[in-house]
């Protein structure tokens, strides 16, 4: 707690006052540039990562990067994606999953859950990852290879799961809302963005950095 502590006191000796006109905006309310949708995993720092300020990102973070089906669970995590979208009114979320992932790990290896039921039970909601995997990949036993092909066709899974909500599917129709896939390489500090058009994961371009094209409305396809 003291690393904390001692935490604060620097944040608002420096930090807060070298952008405390920037907090003073914070009072009018927030305008976000996305929804980032990312595991709870304390490796990653969604505003680290993509260098935005306070009042950028709106970041939903549950364990393995798990959305839900609308319907499902009626909590933070539907909550959570209707108001962004609906009051928000954001134009992009961003699904993303990450490396040397432990949900993933234990979606692959049950008997790690056998002490915690209520992640056990959580990870239901990324079951279609397991079964793409284990059936469609029988050929891969490499443990970190398969690790790696989970992270990634989890987030793929997750994102299809955030169509079922319906202010996401309203304004992905009206082309008002795009929605992508990352994965986060948290040792090389790459990431990977998916390509419909290739589809794979693909390190993240320069020119890829504007995320919302109105004019072209790419979906995923099925898996």
Known sequence: MQKLVDGIHEFQRNYFSQDQKLFE??????????????????RINPNH????KPGELF?????GNIVPPYGAVFGGE????????????VKDIIVCGHSHCGAMGGLLDP??????????SYLQHAESTRRIVDENYSHLTDPQKRLVLTVQENVL?????LKTHPS????????????HGWVYKFETGEVYNYSPDEGQFLPIQDEEVVLSQPEVNRTLPPI
Do not use: H, W
Request: net charge neutral; proline share 3%; glycine share 4%.
């Open 25 to 42: 905006t914070l009072v009018d309310g927030q305008n976000p540039l996305a929804l980032f949708i990312t595991c709870s995993d304390s």
């Open 49 to 52: 990562l993509t260098q935005t």
């Open 59 to 63: 970041i939903q973070r549950t364990a």
């Open 78 to 89: 539907a909550a959570t994606i209707e108001y962004a979208v609906s009051a928000l009114k």
């Open 111 to 120: 008997a790690l859950l056998e002490k915690m039921p209520a992640v056990k």
């Open 157 to 161: 899974v997750q994102i299809e799961n």
């Open 168 to 179: 996401v599917a309203a304004a992905v129709s009206r082309g008002e809302l795009k929605l």
